[in-house]
Protein backbone atom coordinates (compact mmCIF):
# COMPACT_ATOMS: atom_id res chain seq x y z
CA UNK A 1 0.00 0.00 0.00
CA UNK A 2 1.63 3.53 -0.90
CA UNK A 3 0.14 6.52 0.60
CA UNK A 4 0.41 10.39 -1.57
CA UNK A 5 -0.17 13.65 0.26
CA UNK A 6 0.07 16.42 -1.90
CA UNK A 7 0.68 19.61 -1.10
CA UNK A 8 1.84 23.47 -2.50
CA UNK A 9 -1.24 24.41 -4.63
CA UNK A 10 -2.88 27.94 -4.50
CA UNK A 11 -3.76 31.17 -6.61
CA UNK A 12 -1.03 32.55 -8.79
CA UNK A 13 -1.35 35.42 -11.25
CA UNK A 14 -0.43 34.20 -15.13
CA UNK A 15 3.33 34.16 -15.51
CA UNK A 16 3.72 33.71 -12.15
CA UNK A 17 4.94 29.91 -10.64
CA UNK A 18 3.89 27.19 -7.70
CA UNK A 19 5.96 24.41 -6.91
CA UNK A 20 4.07 21.21 -5.85
CA UNK A 21 5.06 18.59 -3.28
CA UNK A 22 3.75 15.08 -3.12
CA UNK A 23 5.25 12.77 0.20
CA UNK A 24 4.44 8.95 -1.12
CA UNK A 25 5.27 6.51 1.48
CA UNK A 26 5.05 2.77 1.83
CA UNK A 27 6.61 -0.40 1.25
CA UNK A 28 7.24 -0.55 -2.29
CA UNK A 29 7.19 3.23 -2.57
CA UNK A 30 10.29 3.48 -4.29
CA UNK A 31 9.76 0.91 -7.39
CA UNK A 32 6.72 2.81 -8.35
CA UNK A 33 7.11 5.42 -10.78
CA UNK A 34 5.30 8.51 -9.69
CA UNK A 35 3.60 11.75 -11.62
CA UNK A 36 1.01 14.15 -11.90
CA UNK A 37 -2.70 13.75 -13.27
CA UNK A 38 -4.79 17.14 -13.63
CA UNK A 39 -8.30 17.60 -13.73
CA UNK A 40 -9.93 20.91 -14.55
CA UNK A 41 -13.96 21.41 -14.16
CA UNK A 42 -15.83 19.57 -16.77
CA UNK A 43 -12.78 17.83 -18.21
CA UNK A 44 -11.30 14.28 -18.22
CA UNK A 45 -8.27 13.79 -15.88
CA UNK A 46 -5.21 14.04 -17.95
CA UNK A 47 -1.72 12.81 -17.64
CA UNK A 48 0.90 16.04 -16.58
CA UNK A 49 4.39 14.81 -15.87
CA UNK A 50 5.89 11.45 -14.57
CA UNK A 51 9.27 10.29 -13.47
CA UNK A 52 10.93 7.11 -13.14
CA UNK A 53 11.54 4.51 -9.87
CA UNK A 54 15.26 5.57 -10.26
CA UNK A 55 14.82 9.31 -10.53
CA UNK A 56 15.64 9.33 -13.95
CA UNK A 57 13.85 8.82 -16.91
CA UNK A 58 10.72 11.40 -17.32
CA UNK A 59 7.73 12.54 -19.71
CA UNK A 60 5.56 15.54 -20.07
CA UNK A 61 2.45 16.21 -21.91
CA UNK A 62 2.99 18.88 -24.62
CA UNK A 63 1.00 21.50 -23.04
CA UNK A 64 3.50 21.24 -20.08
CA UNK A 65 6.77 20.37 -21.76
CA UNK A 66 9.41 23.33 -21.38
CA UNK A 67 7.29 25.27 -18.52
CA UNK A 68 6.70 22.31 -15.74
CA UNK A 69 9.59 20.14 -14.46
CA UNK A 70 9.36 17.03 -12.42
CA UNK A 71 11.82 15.41 -9.88
CA UNK A 72 12.21 13.33 -6.93
CA UNK A 73 13.89 12.69 -3.79
CA UNK A 74 14.65 8.88 -3.72
CA UNK A 75 17.10 9.40 -0.41
CA UNK A 76 14.87 6.64 1.38
CA UNK A 77 13.58 3.24 1.05
CA UNK A 78 10.17 3.71 2.24
CA UNK A 79 9.36 7.20 1.72
CA UNK A 80 9.72 8.95 -1.46
CA UNK A 81 8.97 13.02 -2.75
CA UNK A 82 7.98 14.00 -5.99
CA UNK A 83 8.06 17.59 -7.14
CA UNK A 84 6.35 20.08 -9.45
CA UNK A 85 7.62 22.55 -10.57
CA UNK A 86 5.32 24.93 -12.48
CA UNK A 87 6.43 27.75 -14.50
CA UNK A 88 5.17 30.43 -16.66
CA UNK A 89 1.61 29.50 -15.48
CA UNK A 90 -1.62 30.04 -17.63
CA UNK A 91 -5.32 29.86 -16.81
CA UNK A 92 -5.72 26.83 -18.79
CA UNK A 93 -3.35 25.42 -15.98
CA UNK A 94 -6.42 25.95 -13.41
CA UNK A 95 -6.96 22.55 -12.35
CA UNK A 96 -6.85 19.97 -9.17
CA UNK A 97 -3.99 18.56 -9.29
CA UNK A 98 -3.36 14.68 -8.28
CA UNK A 99 -0.38 12.63 -7.20
CA UNK A 100 0.28 9.29 -8.61
CA UNK A 101 2.24 6.21 -8.06
CA UNK A 102 2.29 2.81 -9.69
CA UNK A 103 4.18 1.28 -12.60
CA UNK A 104 4.90 1.70 -16.03
CA UNK A 105 4.23 3.38 -18.82
CA UNK A 106 4.94 6.93 -17.45
CA UNK A 107 2.10 8.56 -18.85
CA UNK A 108 -0.30 5.46 -17.38
CA UNK A 109 -3.18 5.99 -14.73
CA UNK A 110 -0.67 4.38 -11.80
CA UNK A 111 -2.94 2.19 -8.76
CA UNK A 112 -2.26 4.93 -6.26
CA UNK A 113 -3.84 8.45 -5.54
CA UNK A 114 -3.38 11.43 -4.06
CA UNK A 115 -6.60 13.76 -1.94
CA UNK A 116 -5.42 16.39 -5.03
CA UNK A 117 -4.70 20.45 -4.83
CA UNK A 118 -5.60 23.21 -6.37
CA UNK A 119 -3.78 25.17 -8.81
CA UNK A 120 -5.74 28.48 -9.91
CA UNK A 121 -4.22 31.03 -12.29
CA UNK A 122 -6.11 34.12 -12.67
CA UNK A 123 -5.30 35.84 -15.98
Known amino acids: QVHLVESGGGLVQAGGSLRLSCVAS????????LGWFRQAPGKEREFVAA???????????DSVAGRFSISRDTTTNTQNTVYLQMDSLKPTDTAVYYC?????????????WGQGTQVTVSS
Open 26 to 33: GGAVRAYK
Open 100 to 112: NAGGLPLDSWGRY
Open 51 to 61: IRSSGGRTSYA
